[in-house]
């Protein structure tokens, strides 16, 4: 399979992804959502439970690209963000470290903040007294 041919097929996948989530029929009561027609690219058919409270679990469309993904591109296909990359490594050892040093200014800052302001009433509060 060559490259471009690859791309649109990809394209379709997300199509058939999109509208199998616009198209499901929820159930209410037993709280699930039902395919409602089948998805041979997805490897879903009629009426499987795409998601439900319990005991389900959706389908990965990461899992699907990579079944339907040929030998040579099979090494191209992104990683699935709940097992990791890059944008998990940012998220969890680069963004965590700015915020704290934020707060730690904004403290100091209010507490010298506090101190040199003057105090209502001259220091005896909010007396309603006639």
């Known amino acids: 399979m060559k490259y471009m041919d690859w791309i649109?097929?990809?394209r379709k996948l997300k199509q058939?992804?999109?509208?199998?989530?616009?198209?499901?029929i929820d159930d209410?009561?037993?709280?699930?959502?039902?395919?409602?027609?089948n998805y041979p690219l997805l490897f879903v058919e009629r009426g499987t439970?795409?998601?439900?409270?319990?005991?389900?679990k959706p389908p990965d469309f990461t899992e699907i690209l990579k079944a339907?993904?040929?030998?040579?591109?099979?090494?191209q296909v992104?990683?699935?963000?709940?097992?990791?990359?890059?944008?998990?490594?940012?998220?969890v050892f680069i963004q965590k470290r700015a915020?704290?040093?934020?707060?730690?200014?904004e403290a100091s800052s209010a507490k010298t903040k506090n101190k040199?302001?003057?105090?209502?009433?001259?220091?005896?509060?909010?007396?309603h007294l006639m």
């Not at 339907?68 to 090494?75: D, H, I, R, T, V």
């Not at 992104?78 to 998220?91: A, E």
């Not at 915020?99 to 200014?105: A, E, F, H, I, L």
Request: proline letters at 4%.
């Open 8 to 10: 649109e097929f990809r």
């Open 16 to 24: 058939e992804w999109s509208s199998m989530w616009h198209e499901l």
């Open 28 to 37: 209410k009561i037993r709280a699930e959502g039902i395919a409602r027609r």
């Open 49 to 56: 439970v795409v998601y439900a409270t319990r005991d389900a």
């Open 68 to 75: 339907w993904a040929p030998e040579n591109l099979k090494n």
């Open 78 to 91: 992104l990683v699935n963000p709940k097992v990791g990359g890059w944008r998990k490594f940012v998220r």
């Open 99 to 105: 915020p704290q040093n934020k707060r730690k200014n």
């Open 116 to 127: 040199k302001q003057q105090l209502k009433k001259g220091g005896r509060g909010w007396l």
